[in-house]
């Protein structure tokens, strides 16, 4: 019984630490997104690739939403740089380009920006936190 607890006790440690096992969604990619917004009613205008260099990320895709772009940047967390940088975006609530920080959204390999200007940004949210 006391094993059992404690190989509880582990896993349930290691799940914590690990930011949520239920985040894996690193086969995806940022156009992904797109479809995931519509399915949930979302209209979406436009979608057009990014480069990721700006943010250091692997891919990047412009959604427009009411609007509104929407980045939607990936970061490959099979690479140690890569799952160093979006803990750090995750833990920093913002990244940074040309010294001006944006406020940011983080959910598993991806990093969102342009929300808060978004008027559906609570809806997007609520797809954010599914999309895997």
Known sequence: MKRTAAVLFVCLAVWL???????DNNYLRPEDFAPRLEEAGIKVASVRPLPGAPFKATSGAAIMVEGSEIGVYKYDRTSKVQSDRIAQRRRAGRAYINGIPYPVEVYGSFMFLGLEKNPR????LKVIRRFR
């Open 17 to 23: 630490a690990g930011g949520c096992a239920f985040e």
């Open 121 to 124: 940004k609570r809806d997007i």
